[in-house]
């Protein structure tokens, strides 16, 4: 009993804490800025509680009703995840401040959505699993209908949740029937079973539509309909935020899932996987080619590095679940950074959204446009930022299990997608701006703070990717692997 | 520390720094002090690699002046410099015309003078590590590392159509080099674990990027694998070179860069293709390397009759250099795979030769152009009779880039011709031709700048080099006489490098020349094998 409170304590902090935002919030005029401060806070908080209660928890020991676990590969994504919710907030500061709309629903719901995201990847259990995920996508369909006022915002949440709520439905059908097939949710018995015997038809169509339904999650091909309406809708910090906080939680439990509990019958499921990273990241990449809207364009790239991440988990074992881990990471401090430089431009005065609108910018904000590069560089996967040691892992591990194909697959549509990025780099640096007078220096200090963090990031783990590569190998060392 | 003594990682990373003071410390308008900066650094760092020309012991280690240490443990990928003859040439030729490329640009360059000295001396650092590594993941970084400065190099700073050549250049060297990263993943885990799909057993030994080691493990990999390693890398390299028919980047990237662009592209970086098929085609998959010689040597030829036939209908000077820069590295091709001593030593040579004379050839056509805005050959003629010092150097590094006797070109060729004669009489004839179309179009071009009555006004009134464009040039030309004149501490600084080459590629050649070669080189004692 005392243990089930120790594991569950930092998520536990972490919805009170939302509330007590959220009542903070409810005041008239509250800054953005104090509620944020409190929000940063309560995320350093649940951090602090979160290291102190791993020491004490043996990553082995399962808690409420064994649903729960907080091993290694839990820690590492919450820790993901932590990183991505502060980083967002961070980045909204300043938009909040420009934008009339209420900071402490806007703030309180980004928290909830990080305790769901940290009670998935802690999931051992489909159950818990669909709970946590269920809390996620709920606060993040409200968060992408936030501006009331603006239309595309409106679309962006009807879409996603009937979206997403279909696909919910389709993940509990898969649920069920995987359930009828082997008796339990309990991914280890789950294992068990398929392991001791070939999986039945109801086993194969349940793993399927629970890969839909993840892979929707994800933003996969031919799932992915979704994503470049709800990203150009949305706010752009809710777009930097869904963009790699739900991702990398979704992709937690896909390899928990798959990689995991699944792997003994890897062979009804991979070919699956397989089609899907290969047409993600083929048409993610070449729908992008024709986007003149940056947000958009970020969509599909999103898209396209969802089919990359994929790439590893076809390529399984320790080596590809690594491989994931360590993308995911460089992957949300690469997005994050790319979002923010597009919320930088909207408060200078740049609209920040149409391709054209780049156009200049080194010469305005030479270390705005710098840090850009940087982050196009990483998306494209081009030394020595951290997008390319994010690839290297990822293909190494693919090249190692024999999907040679899949991979030069993969670097041809990275070679494709550098195609994009440098659109956005030729505005800023090789066309000359009409005479824009650069906007007053609107307070985005906030905004850029996170992003010269990110900056640094994608530097530091391009050049020494080592400590990184090794925090993503002892997360994986806890596997519920068979 | 230990890191800042080595020679090579200062010789590496100085231009960096230089780079980073241009950046940080010196604001946009001060012009004359980014000149200052960049031109002490791109000299000193001329300077402090001279000393890898007679530090380096020919006969001594295979590499020399190494440095190893950690970097990736977790892949086996580790921060490893080292060089041996070829390298040390290569580097000495990139830090030479890196400070020749800074120091011709100060009237060609006027505008946005701070991006433009920072992005030349990173291009500086990215080719140099090139040169140096010898863990592939390295090699492969500042291989990348240097298509985002030639990108801007061609882009702000290039002629009418610069978006198009930058953006074709990038995407061309990018799809090329990403094929080639995963031949390198393919090479790095047959050595250890075999791969899966293709069903072959793996050699077993811990996986590893390591240059040294793989060139004793990899080539034990079986044939098939080879193959497709070798296409890998091939891709990759061959867009590079250019080989034909993946040249059609080149004339486009060249007419637009800037003349400084030119001077590094056709320099240095074309070389980059040559040197990554001499350093990791040849001596890491030596079978594949045998089955490919004729394909491989069809292409040069291709390349070589091709360039000159195509450059004898040009118009514009420099896509005229450019094209005999696919011709020339035609010769480095043919003589590389030739995979004798002569071949490889005339092809090594060759690189050296191509990048002084086409690196001279650019910077003469960039000071015409400074002066008139226009590279048409129709727009000159008599130019002899208001320039004489320009005609006169303009005729000197003809000469070498046709390969006049005295001068470099000459020892260059007449090395690959021999190596290839010793092959097939009718590789080397079929070459020869090359040659000729080689002094047609060259000679061709001067007569119609140089000679004749002077047919435009504006070129009444054009004045002859100043000391500081002379200055660019003469040493280009004094190496050129010394190559031409007295290459043999050229060749000897090479030629142990060469002979473990040839030992790992075909060591059938060194036990029965199929021609008593005069000098044929002393076989190395066994076990000095790459590593």
């Known amino acids: 009993m005392v243990g089930d409170i120790l594991a569950v304590l930092p998520e536990t902090v972490l919805a009170l804490l939302g509330m007590v935002v959220l009542l903070a919030g409810l005041g008239k005029g509250r800054s953005p800025l104090t509620l944020g401060a409190l929000t940063i806070g309560s995320f350093l908080l649940t951090g602090v509680t979160l290291s102190w209660v791993a020491g004490g928890i043996a990553p082995d020991d399962r808690f409420m009703l064994g649903m729960f676990a907080v091993d290694r590969f839990a820690i590492f994504f919450k820790v993901v995840v932590l990183l991505s919710s502060s980083l967002a907030v961070v980045l909204s500061l300043d938009y909040l401040k420009r934008h009339d709309y209420r900071p402490g629903e806007y703030l309180s719901l980004l928290m909830f959505a990080t305790v769901g995201m940290m009670t998935m990847v802690s999931g051992v259990n489909l159950a818990a699993i669909y709970v946590g995920l269920e809390l996620m996508a709920l606060s993040t369909y409200v968060l992408a209908g936030y501006f009331r006022r603006e239309v595309r915002s409106h679309e962006a949440a009807a879409k996603y949740f009937v979206l997403g709520a279909l696909s919910s439905g389709i993940l509990l059908y898969g649920l069920s029937l995987l359930y009828g097939a082997t008796g339990s949710l309990d991914l280890a018995t789950i294992s068990g079973k398929l392991a001791a015997d070939k999986p039945s038809v109801a086993a194969v169509a349940g793993m399927a539509l629970l890969a839909c339904g993840f892979l929707f999650k994800v933003a996969a091909v031919p799932f992915h309909m979704w994503t470049p309406d709800v990203y150009e809708g949305a706010p752009t910090p809710i777009t930097a935020f869904m963009s790699v906080g739900p991702k990398a939680a979704a992709f937690a439990i896909l390899l928990r899932v798959f990689a995991g509990a699944l792997a003994p019958a890897e062979a009804s499921w991979r070919p699956l996987i397989w089609g899907a990273a290969a047409l993600t990241m083929v048409w993610g990449n070449l729908a992008a080619l024709t986007q003149d809207n940056v947000k958009r364009m970020l969509a599909y790239s999103s898209i396209a590095h969802a089919g990359y991440a994929l790439v590893g988990l076809v390529a399984g074992g320790a080596a590809g679940v690594q491989s994931v881990l360590l993308y995911m990471l460089i992957y949300t401090v690469t997005n994050l950074g790319a979002f923010g430089f597009v919320i930088l431009l909207e408060s200078r005065g740049y609209a920040g959204e149409t391709v054209t609108d780049y156009a200049g910018l080194a010469r305005k904000h030479p270390l705005a446009a710098f840090g850009m590069l940087l982050f196009l560089l990483s998306l494209g996967g081009i030394p020595p930022t951290a997008g390319f040691m994010g690839k290297l892992y990822l293909f190494a591990a693919a090249v190692r299990a024999g999907y040679v194909w899949l991979v030069v697959i993969a670097v041809l549509m990275s070679a494709v997608s550098m195609f994009y990025y440098l659109r956005i780099v030729l505005q800023m640096y090789l066309r000359d701006g009409e005479e824009v007078v650069p906007a007053p220096l609107v307070a985005s200090a906030w905004t850029e703070r996170a992003i010269w963090v990110c900056a640094l990031a994608v530097l530091v783990i391009g050049l020494f990717p080592g400590p990184f590569a090794a925090a993503a190998q002892a997360g994986l060392g806890i596997m519920p692997l068979p | ?531």
Not at chain 2, 81 to 100: A, C, K, N, Q
Not at chain 2, 207 to 216: I, P, R, S
Not at chain 2, 440 to 467: C, P
């Open chain 2, 1 to 531: 520390m230990e890191f800042l003594l080595n020679p090579l990682n200062q010789i590496c990373y100085l231009p960096l720094v230089g780079a980073l003071i241009i950046i940080f410390a010196l604001k946009r308008e001060q012009t004359r002090a980014i000149q200052a900066v960049a031109t002490v650094t791109a000299g000193l760092d001329f300077v402090i690699s001279l000393p890898l020309w007679w530090r380096y012991v020919p006969e001594g280690a295979p590499f020399q002046f190494v440095f190893k240490t950690s970097w990736i443990p977790s892949i086996g990928s580790s921060y490893h410099f080292g060089v041996d003859g070829i390298s040390v040439l290569l580097i000495l030729l990139t830090t030479l015309l890196g400070f020749i490329a800074v120091y011709s640009s100060f009237t060609a360059i006027t505008h946005r003078n701070k991006e433009y000295y920072a992005f030349l001396l990173l291009l500086q650092t990215g080719m140099l590590g090139v040169f140096m590594s010898l863990d592939l993941v390295l090699f492969y970084v500042f291989w990348e590392v240097m298509l985002v400065p030639m990108y801007f190099l061609i882009g702000v700073w290039g002629g009418p159509r610069k978006l198009y050549a930058a953006i074709k250049f990038f995407m061309y060297t990018l799809v090329g080099s990403v094929l080639m990263l995963v031949g390198i993943l393919a090479l790095y885990f047959y050595n250890s674990t075999g791969l899966a799909t293709i069903g072959l057993p793996g050699l077993g030994n811990p996986a590893t990027f390591d240059v040294t080691v793989l060139f004793k493990v990899a080539p034990q990999i079986p044939g098939s694998l080879q193959m497709w390693i070798f296409l890998a890398f091939f891709v990759g390299f061959a867009i590079k070179v250019p080989m034909f028919p993946f040249h059609t980047w080149l004339p486009d990237a060249h007419v637009e860069a800037p003349t400084a662009g030119s001077v590094i592209l056709a320099g240095v970086l074309l070389k980059m293709g040559t040197y990554g098929f001499i350093r990791f085609s040849l001596p890491l998959l030596p079978d594949a390397t045998r089955k490919a010689v004729p394909w491989m040597v069809g292409l040069a030829l291709v390349g070589i009759v091709y360039g000159g036939l195509v450059a004898m209908a040009q118009k514009d000077m420099k896509k005229l250099v450019a094209y005999s820069s696919v011709s020339h590295l035609g010769f480095v091709m043919l003589g590389m795979f030739a995979l004798n001593p002569s071949g490889l030593s005339g092809s090594v040579l060759q690189m050296i030769n191509h990048g002084l004379s086409t690196g001279g050839l650019f910077l003469l056509v960039g000071i015409v152009y400074e002066r008139r805005h226009t590279r048409m050959i129709a727009d000159y003629g008599g130019l002899a009779k208001v320039m004489p010092v320009y005609a006169m150097l303009f005729m000197i590094i003809t000469m070498a880039s046709i390969g006049l006797p005295t001068l470099n070109g000459f020892v260059g060729e007449l090395l690959i011709l021999i190596g290839a004669f010793n092959r097939s009489a009718a590789w080397a004839t079929l070459a020869a031709t090359g040659i000729v179309l080689g002094a047609a179009y060259m000679l061709w071009l001067y007569q119609r700048v140089f000679f004749g009555e002077i047919t435009h006004e504006e070129n009444k009134t054009l004045a002859d080099v100043s000391t500081r464009e002379a200055w660019t040039l003469i040493p280009l030309i004094v190496l050129c006489f010394w190559i031409g004149l007295y290459p043999k501490p050229f060749l000897r600084i090479i030629e142990p490098s060469i002979g473990r080459l040839v030992q790992v590629v075909d060591p059938g050649y060194l036990q029965h020349p199929p021609l008593p070669a005069p000098q044929a080189p002393a076989a190395e004692p066994q076990g000095h094998t790459g590593g």
